[in-house]
């Protein structure tokens, strides 16, 4: 089973369906023993940092959320549930994240750009770490995929970004963590080729 993890503030279910027509069994959850039960967790988030901080404090999930990461379950964060993987973010100063990644989230250099980057946009793979699933297995290089932010991570360790788009400069797309993976985009949103990413997640 995989549990999407609910907390008020995920596209919830456009990721549920996504899942569910790749076969698979989900259950959108804040009950922590579904999390301790499911063999993968996803992490949704859509709106600011700091509120989604808040929504899933309130829950009580973050450590469940630690404790099934230590013990090696894997993790799909998407959009800002990428975001608050990591330590803090621009956007909500002194909002502190879940913190199982070193790193800060920063507003999009978008050297003139329109912000929030929003649509369609192409990836550039980077080498998935020893131990991770690699996400873009079987894919083409520089597909497709939607992205709606403003905000990007920029992980302390550099060799975990997976993948980056071009907006104006380098932007963090993707990355992995030993079981901790995660996609500022939108694989929900991005038709096939979201798909098969949320296909490699599953049988990874």
């Known amino acids: 089973m995989i549990a ?12 549920q369906k996504a899942f569910e027509s790749l076969g698979a069994p989900v259950k959108v959850t804040r009950d922590p023993e579904d999390l301790r039960a499911a063999e993968k967790l996803v992490l949704p988030g859509v709106g600011a940092f700091g509120d989604c901080m808040e929504h899933l404090r309130a829950t009580g999930l973050i450590p469940v959320i630690r404790e099934e ?23 909500s100063p002194g909002a502190a994240g879940i913190g199982l990644l070193k790193g800060q989230v920063r507003k999009i250099d978008a050297g003139g750009l329109k912000v929030p980057h929003m649509g369609w946009n192409s990836l550039t793979f980077r080498k998935t770490p020893a131990g991770s699933i690699d ?12 992205f709606v932010h403003s905000y990007a991570a920029v992980p302390a ?10 907006y104006g400069g380098t932007v963090t797309a993707a990355f992995a963590c ?19 990413i949320l296909r490699n997640f599953l049988e990874g």
């Open 135 to 146: 996400l873009f297995a079987g894919l083409p290089e520089h597909p497709y995929v939607y």
């Open 157 to 166: 360790e550099p060799g975990l970004v997976t993948a980056v788009t071009d």
């Open 178 to 196: 030993g079981n901790i993976l995660a996609t500022q985009f939108h694989p929900e949103k991005s038709g096939d080729v979201g798909l098969k």
């Open 4 to 15: 999407i993890i609910d907390y008020d503030a995920g596209n919830l279910f456009s990721a």
């Open 69 to 91: 990461t230590a013990a090696g379950k894997p993790l799909l964060g998407i959009c800002v549930g990428l975001q608050i993987l990591f330590e803090s973010s621009e956007e």
